[in-house]
């Protein structure tokens, strides 16, 4: 794949625009943020495409940059476990059709210890970064304040856990064990959403949320993704929904040292 360094120019001025990227199981987000981490510009979107080993997911994300305006640096929310910009799991990714899918074992070699950053930056010419995605939609809306707690719902499920506005090590508590032998993911993504009805996955919602807090006793909660809009408002608990561009907005905060 040919860089586009050249074709991409500099953004004019000291102060730097991000390129933010929220890679979702169903479509891909992003847009421009200025140096004080507002849009530039709306964001714009395009279908996840599947198969989607990570060759096809960069040429998705070089399409968007192309509908944007220039930019100094990338930031990027991937849907599984990413250390050090590298991809250890992509349980989208691995499937032949997208979520619910069977896996394909090619496309699992693919992604195995992908270095995902380093091939974005590859490609864009830019300085590039690579977190988990709820990690990256949890930095945007925590008040940094005790122990917070941020989960997203919707083509799956994500958690990001923070201490006093500190990232903790991630953890895939959604894809630990919950009910019937199934996990979170599998019981509260979107698939199961639709199945049971929202009235339902509500009731699921709720008991997810009580596991949680008997294991992490968090201060506070924060409830994003595509889906969060479907909860009923009464969650018997602290908790604030926050608008899905968090998951853009968070881009400006692995430049500022609160993401690793």
């Given amino acids: 794949m040919t860089p586009i360094v050249d074709t991409i120019p500099m953004a004019a001025g000291a102060n730097p625009r991000t390129l933010a990227v929220d890679v979702g199981g169903t479509g891909i987000k992003a847009s421009v943020l200025d140096a004080r981490g507002g849009l530039l510009t709306t964001e714009v979107r395009l279908p996840t495409r599947y198969p989607c080993p990570p060759t096809r997911l960069i040429e998705t994300v070089l399409q968007l940059a192309g509908q944007l305006p220039a930019f100094d640096r990338v930031s990027v929310g991937f849907p599984g476990m990413v250390r050090a910009g590298t991809v250890l799991s992509a349980p989208h990714f691995v499937t032949t ?111 997810a949320l009580d596991n949680f807090d008997r294991l992490i006793m968090f201060d506070h909660l924060y409830i994003g993704g595509g889906n969060a809009h479907r909860l009923d408002p009464d969650l018997g608990r602290e908790a604030t929904i926050v608008d899905n561009i968090a998951g853009i907005l968070g881009g400006i905060r692995l430049w500022d040292g609160h993401v690793p």
């Fill in 97 to 207: 059709r997208g979520p619910g899918s069977p896996v394909d074992k090619k496309l699992t070699r693919a992604w195995d210890h992908f270095a995902l950053a380093a091939a974005i930056e590859g490609t864009l010419g830019k300085p590039t970064k690579v977190v988990n995605d709820a990690d990256l939609q949890g930095a945007a809306v925590i008040a940094g304040q005790g122990l917070e707690f941020v989960i997203t719902l919707g083509t799956g499920v994500g958690t990001a856990l923070f201490h006093d506005g500190a990232l903790t090590p991630h953890l895939e508590l959604a894809h630990h064990p919950f009910r019937n032998n199934k996990t979170y993911n599998e019981q509260l993504g979107d698939a199961a959403r639709r199945r049971l009805g929202n009235r339902r996955w509500n009731k699921r919602v709720k008991l």
